[in-house]
């Protein structure tokens, strides 16, 4: 069974993320990703991996194994080989890929009516430029999407590496589907492999 190690693992990976750098990008229509790496600071040599779910995980699933499928072609581009989970690998990619969703900020009623031109100023005035909004305003759901991979040695169950890409899209957004969000997410976390420790940068994940 493998157990985690402390000093690789990050304490608290979502909190808190730069939201206001991820809601502007959510805003302007241009998703980005968040991205997190840690490793142990010596060369990762390229072998073979064997990739299998997290805990919770089925490793059945056709969902698992998509997503399973897009990691697998972007770790073989930086060296690490993927086998099937019985094959002999001197590394074990533990996968987890999820999403989960909040209440974004209210999003502004298009129903509108202007006043004369205007709107009460708050001196019970009228004020130029400005209109009123009809009905309720409605909140926005904001969808999170994650692709979180543990690179173990097989021989001891030791972390040698450990990553985060973590997004956050307007809930009617085209990445707002996990299976769509994936490949830039995996390609985002890789890139550059295996990046400097501890360092959190910011990935464009969409045009």
Same mark, same amino acid.
């Given at each position: 069974m493998m157990r985690p190690t402390p000093r690789y693992r990050l304490a608290a990976w979502l909190a808190p993320l730069a939201a206001t750098a991820l809601l502007a990008g959510c805003s302007t229509g241009t998703p980005m990703a968040e991205v997190t790496r840690f490793n142990i600071g010596t060369p990762i040599p390229s072998d073979a991996i064997a990739l299998v779910p997290a805990t919770g995980v089925d490793a059945g699933s056709l969902e698992f194994r998509s997503h399973a499928?897009?990691? !697998?072609r972007d770790l073989d581009a930086v060296g690490l080989?993927?086998? @099937? !989970?019985? @094959?002999? =690998?001197a590394y074990v990619g533990v996968l987890n890929v999820y999403q989960t969703s909040r209440q974004g900020p +209210?999003? %502004? =009623? +298009?129903?509108r009516i202007g006043i004369g031109g205007g709107s009460f100023s708050g001196g019970g005035g009228v004020g130029g430029g400005v209109s009123l909004p009809? @009905?309720?305003? +409605? %909140? =926005?759901?904001?969808r999170v999407n994650v692709v979180d991979l543990q690179i173990r040695r097989r021989s001891d169950s030791s972390m040698v590496w450990e990553g985060k890409a973590v997004q956050?899209? !307007?809930g009617d957004a085209p990445q707002a589907a996990l299976t769509a969000a994936v490949p830039a997410l995996s390609k985002a976390l890789l890139t550059g492999f295996p990046g400097r420790n501890g360092e959190t940068v910011r990935v464009k994940t969409g045009r």
């Open positions: 499928a897009v990691v !697998a080989h993927p086998v @099937g !989970a019985d @094959g002999r =690998s +209210p999003k %502004s =009623s +298009p129903f009809l @009905g309720k305003t +409605p %909140s =926005s759901e904001i956050e899209v !307007a």
